[in-house]
């Protein structure tokens, strides 16, 4: 024969009010209704500040180059929707795939033009990443749009360029704000 063991709820006590209570079930925290709602939102405004203050420590420990990734993300975004409706700056193709911010002169080659709008239009994936930029394609169409004045200038000779953090933050900054004005715009 089993012995049938009967458990006996103990009261707990309510987080927010300090009351015991007798609980429905394990889980219970609060004693009624309204204490669990005043229990959410407190703790819900504590998660806030907390994930706040994470945000700013994550931003102080963050390194140049991260900063400069976050810039060139904002760039391309700016770039791909600037040109969404022109073809592939080497193609000249429209299609349903990926689309990069193409630099005519690569960050590695020409540093200091990365964030030079002349310099970066929009380019399929296929021509980018698998024909390493189609770069003769490119400076025709790129000719043709903007001129050989500025295609000249571009492979010309440049001042190499060392961005500071605060110079990093300014560009992110003002090319997330050229995108938001050309989206309010479109």
């Not at 024969?1 to 458990?7: C, D, I, P, S």
């Not at 929707?81 to 005519?104: L, T, V």
């Not at 296929?126 to 930029?133: D, I, P, R, V, W």
């Not at 043709?144 to 000249?152: L, N, P, R, S, Y």
Request: hydrophobic share 30%; glycine share 6%; with cysteine.
């Amino acid at each position: 024969m089993k012995k049938e063991a009967q458990k006996t709820i103990k009261q707990k006590k309510c987080r927010v009010c300090g009351e015991k209570f007798l609980p429905f079930n394990s889980l219970a925290f609060a004693c009624s209704f309204e204490c669990a709602i005043k229990y959410g939102t407190e703790n819900h405004k504590q998660e806030r500040i907390q994930r706040a203050i994470f945000k700013i420590k994550k931003e102080r420990i963050k390194t140049r180059s991260e900063h400069l990734k976050d810039a060139q993300t904002a760039f391309n975004a700016f770039i791909r929707e600037r040109d969404k409706n022109e073809p592939c700056i080497s193609c000249g193709r429209h299609h349903q795939g990926q689309y990069h911010a193409g630099h005519y002169r690569s960050v590695g080659a020409c540093p200091e033009l990365r964030f030079c709008e002349l310099n970066v239009h929009k380019q399929c994936s296929a021509c980018n990443n698998h024909k390493s930029g189609n770069i003769v394609e490119y400076r025709i169409n790129l000719v043709k749009k903007i001129g050989v004045e500025d295609v000249e200038w571009l492979e010309g000779k440049h001042e190499p360029k060392k961005y500071t953090i605060e110079q990093i933050k300014a560009i992110q900054t003002e090319y997330k704000n050229k995108l938001r004005e050309l989206k309010r715009g479109a």
